[in-house]
């Protein structure tokens, strides 16, 4: 069975950093493109970085400048580098992966979730 486990989120101050690790773990063929995606109570959750397994990436524009996007196809792992963060970047963070299970079909994949607040 295929999980997507999210680490490092918590609370920052305004201007601060933190870094997002998610890693994909079960049978996994193949992994297309990995992305970070968010979550405001009342509000649709909305895309932040997304990259592909070539490592091309793509930003929200609110983020660009201050968040990386980066993967290790290897560790199947994808994080999510966030620097200057500002209070309207508190949400959860949600992983994504799309990816092809082995003997399934391909789909979208999520994780738990991680908290991420930035407040002084």
């Known amino acids: 069975q295929v999980q997507l486990v999210e680490s490092g989120g918590g609370l920052v101050q305004p201007g601060g950093s933190l870094i997002l690790s998610c890693a994909a773990s079960?049978?996994?063929?193949?992994?297309?493109?990995m992305g970070w995606y968010r979550q405001v109570p009342g509000k649709q959750r909305e895309l932040v970085a997304a990259i592909t397994s070539g490592g091309s990436a793509n930003y929200k524009a609110s983020v660009k400048g201050r968040f990386t996007i980066s993967r290790d196809n290897a560790k199947n792992t994808v994080y999510l580098q966030m620097n200057s963060l500002k209070p309207e970047d508190t949400a959860v963070y949600y992983c994504?992966?799309?990816?092809?299970?082995?003997?399934?079909?391909?789909?979208?994949?999520w994780g738990q979730g991680t908290q991420v607040t930035v407040s002084s």
């Open positions: 079960g049978s996994i063929f193949s992994i297309y493109a």
């Open positions: 994504n992966a799309d990816l092809r299970p082995l003997l399934q079909h391909r789909g979208d994949y």
